[in-house]
Structure formats: structure tokens, C-alpha cells
């Protein structure tokens, strides 16, 4: 058997190490996550469709839990994307009681800064919607008094307007929800107006509000609740930003932007299209109709491509 010479050994051996670390050396797909909620579910499945289709490689970790969960896994880096809300990062960072986060432009800028600095995540482009406390209206008073907003909303209360709201006790109590909202708007709801529930879930004041249970007709929400619109309800706008704003938004390492800057240009105008109503449609889909989250995404996903 021929001996080969030493040079042509090591450059066999190269070769062969090449080919055996070569794969492993590729870029590795960005690890898409979602919270474990309804619109969790729904905002996940669009960022994993769509990068997935424009040949982006992912793996799908979607619904790994509560907000705990997935904000320690992605600054852990066992997560690269998720979708977070603007709010959320007051808490993140310690600075709740600061005014700018009632000011959708000014929550975005701090949260994306303040993360890029500490953690490194980039904050993409965040949608219109609005998930955060809100007071809502049944449609048919909303349409026979002129209801659009908690202005709107004060003025109906204090010229005598029959109104009974359903909330959780601790919206009720807690000096940042009703009270602001009373403070702020210049209304003020009596004992006999309010329907406390146990809980914090919105579920039960939808619904209470839908049926006119008790007389019910305002409730406790979430500005993007699936059931608002299944159930006929309105959400009165915060014209004054007496609450935080809460728009969702893709964030991502910036290591895995850099790897996969097309991350952005997918992404962005996908949010940019998140309305409220559109938001609340499409997780009511899911909520109340029982449509799986990746059709629904699917659906959604399809008739942007079509316009």
C-alpha cells in the first residue's frame, strides 16, 4: 500500500474535519417562543409562519409560559425571539412609577433602550393595539349614547346615565386602575354601581356584561380581549394615557439580528397591520370561536400577502 506524504495526510485530515464540523458550524435557527396566554399563541405562530417562510430557519418553542419564563429564557439565551409588551419593561427595570410609559412613542424608546444596554435585546417594530386595563362598554350603549371614549364615557355617567360596571376587586382598589380612571376623567362610581368579582380574569366580567347580569353593563378588559368583540363590546379609549400602554413587539438578541438581519424587515410591517380591533378579532378567534392559533395566524398572515 502507498504511503501518502505528511502534507497530503494533513490536508485529507483537513478535509475530513471540514466536512464533519462543517454543518455544525452553519448559522442555528432562531428559537422562536411565545407566552403561554391566547394572544401568546397567535403573535408566536405569525413570527415562526413568517420566518419560516422567508427561509429563515426556526424552532418552534411557542407557549413556553408565563412572562417569568420567558423573559429569563431569552436573557439566558435559551430563546432568541418572543413577542413582549412595552409596559412589561417598567417592570423589568425597576421604573414603574415613571409618566413616560402612558406615552406609546416614549415606552417604546425606553424599553428598547433600556434593554439594549443591559441584556443586549433589540425591540423591533411594535403594533398599534394597546393590551393593557381597560373600560368597556356593552356595543348597544355604546352606539345609542355616542361612546368612544372614557371622556365620552364620565360625561354619559354624571348626566344620569344608568351604568353598573363588573371588575375584579383589586381593579377596583388599586390606586393606579379605577381610581385613576375616576380622578383622571372626573366620574365617580357608588357601591351600588359596581359588580365585584373574585379573580382577576376577564372572562367573568366580559360576561357578566354581555348577559346584563345584575344590570351590568360596563366591564373590567384587556384592550386586545378576545371576547370583546364576540361578545359585543367596546373598549371606551384612554384619551388622557391614565394607564401604561402595553403594544406588543417582536424582541430578539441582537447576535441573532445581526446573524439573520431579514429578522426585521419581516417582521416589522407585519405588526405595524395590529390594530386593536384587528387584535381582538383575531385572538376572539381563537377564544371564543376555538380555532387553532397557527390557522388563525395562517389566515391572517395570508391576507397581508394579498393586499
Known sequence: MAVLPIFRLRRAAAFVFMLTVGPAMAADPVVVSSKIDTEGAVLGQMVLQSLEEAGIPVENRLQLGATNIVRNAIKAGEIDLYPEYTGNAAFFHDQADRDFWRDPDQAYEQAASLDKKAHNIIWLKPAEANNTWAMSVRGDLARDNGLQTLEDLANYINDGGAFKFAASAEFVESASALPAFQEAYGFNLES???LILSGGNTAATLRAA???DNDVNGAMTYGT???LNAL???VMEDTLGVQPVYQPAP???AEVLETYPKIREVLEPIFESLDLETLQRLNGQVAVNGAPADKVARDYLDSLNRD
Open 192 to 194: 351600588d354601581q359596581l
Open 210 to 212: 354581555a348577559l346584563n
Open 225 to 227: 380581549d378576545g371576547g
Open 232 to 234: 359585543d363590546l367596546k
Open 251 to 253: 424582541i430578539v438578541r
